[in-house]
């Protein structure tokens, strides 16, 4: 395979029963929306991109934060990218709260006890913005996995759909994906 194929092929999601292996989906994306409902101005955080106060500021900082990665990397953008980041700068991101954002949100980055999260892993990549961000990221980040190595869909594995439900009925927000969708798929290429 391309990459490594990640929980897959390998690991408790790998060797959970389908009924096992979406309560482990849901409880993670429980964590993550219970990470989404602290008040991060109340947080003793250190400085993260996008800590602006606005979420049009958030944005203007993570966008640039992704052309520096470009830069870094010596790599030319591609045109999917650069179509991209250009639908991002000239649509205006949705009025939506600003939630703390864990940035590397997926099964690997867990530790689980008895089908429970006990930990959340891997903080690199935090900073403040949209809390569909890290939505999307978490479904993205399996089916990119999946898509690289040619592997079949974990039965019991929540679709995007599914997923979308859930944590708007756990957050009890209903918000527009779509702004925080792209930027995940963006910053994933």
Request: hydrophobic share 45%; charged share 20%.
């Amino acid at each position: 395979p391309a990459t490594p194929p990640g929980f897959h092929g390998a690991g408790l999601f790998f060797e959970a029963s389908e009924s096992e292996r979406a309560a482990m989906w849901f409880a993670l994306l429980e964590q993550i929306v219970k990470l989404h409902a602290l008040d991060h101005r109340t947080l003793d955080l250190p400085v993260l991109p996008g800590t602006a106060t606005t979420v049009e500021a958030c944005m203007d900082g993570q966008l640039a934060l992704l052309d520096r990665w470009m830069a870094w990397s010596g790599i030319e953008t591609p045109p999917e990218m650069a179509r991209a980041m250009h639908w991002l700068r000239v649509t205006p991101p949705p009025k939506q709260r600003l939630a703390l954002q864990w940035g590397d949100g997926r099964p690997g980055n867990a530790l689980y006890r008895d089908g429970k999260v006990m930990a959340l892993l891997d903080w690199e990549l935090a900073s403040i913005g949209l809390p569909a961000f890290d939505l999307a990221y978490l479904i993205w980040s399996a089916e990119v996995l999946l898509e690289a190595n040619e592997a079949p869909r974990l039965p019991g594995l929540p679709r995007r759909e599914e997923t979308i439900a859930a944590y708007k009925s756990l957050s009890g927000e209903d918000f527009d994906f779509t702004y925080g969708e792209i930027y995940a798929l963006t910053r994933l290429s």
